[in-house]
């Protein structure tokens, strides 16, 4: 991606959880960029064009850091795996750009475009999840169970989580970091091999807090 197309997706990130998707326009991420709008339209066509490119932007670079932990110990990759769903009342920008990927979602029925970046999100975090249980089994570390299923339920239940975190507000403000929890003791700890320990879910979230 070339300094221009970064510093476009940055704007885009920012504008969209100043105004979320529905209200954004172009002028807005060219205020967010300190460029022209026409500047903008050089590089994309349309609004479309730039929250498709943002969203391939993101799911890429998840990749790449997913990709970058591959020899760390299946233990550790799945709690931080977890840990990457929570957010608390403190983390309002998280929760303001989440909600405008929220409206976004709501699209997929009717756009295309933007359907396709979606499932491949999905996809994306299933896949990771599984790969991470089967390295677990082939390491010796987790019982031999169905990495795609158990994957699943896993981010059935995480995005379920941080849907309604969003959704209902202060009644639900740790719901994220409640369910990781749950997710943890209820599926996560009972495929562990006998003397297998997970790490500490609150050093993994402090080690994420450092690298952001």
């Known amino acids: 991606m070339s300094e221009a197309d970064e510093a476009i997706m940055d704007a885009v990130d920012q504008a969209l ?9 172009m002028q807005d991420i060219a205020d967010e960029n300190e460029k022209s709008k026409s500047l903008l339209h050089y590089h994309y066509d349309t609004k479309e064009d730039l929250l498709v490119a943002f969203l391939d932007g993101l799911i890429s670079d998840y990749e790449e850091r997913m990709a970058c932990r591959k020899e760390a110990p299946p233990t550790e990759r799945i709690v931080e795996f977890l840990a990457r ?6 983390d309002t920008g ?5 909600l405008a990927l929220l409206e976004m979602r709501s699209q997929g029925p009717f756009n295309e475009r933007i359907r396709e970046q979606l499932v491949r999100s999905d996809e994306t975090l299933r896949t990771t999840a599984a790969e991470i249980i089967a390295d677990g089994i082939e390491d010796g570390v ?7 299923r158990t994957a699943a339920m896993l981010v059935a239940m995480l995005d379920g989580a941080r849907t309604r975190q969003i959704t209902l507000g202060e009644a639900n403000e740790t ?24 790490p500490d879910l609150d050093a993994v979230l402090a080690d994420l807090d450092r690298d952001e």
């Open 17 to 25: 959880r100043k105004y979320g998707y529905a209200e954004l326009t």
């Open 85 to 90: 769903f929570v957010f608390t009342p403190e």
């Open 94 to 98: 998280r929760e303001q750009f989440h």
């Open 142 to 148: 987790f019982a031999d169970v169905d990495p795609e």
């Open 175 to 198: 719901y994220t970091r409640v369910v990781v929890e749950e997710a943890l003791e209820q599926i996560v700890e009972p495929i562990l091999v006998d003397g297998v320990e997970l």
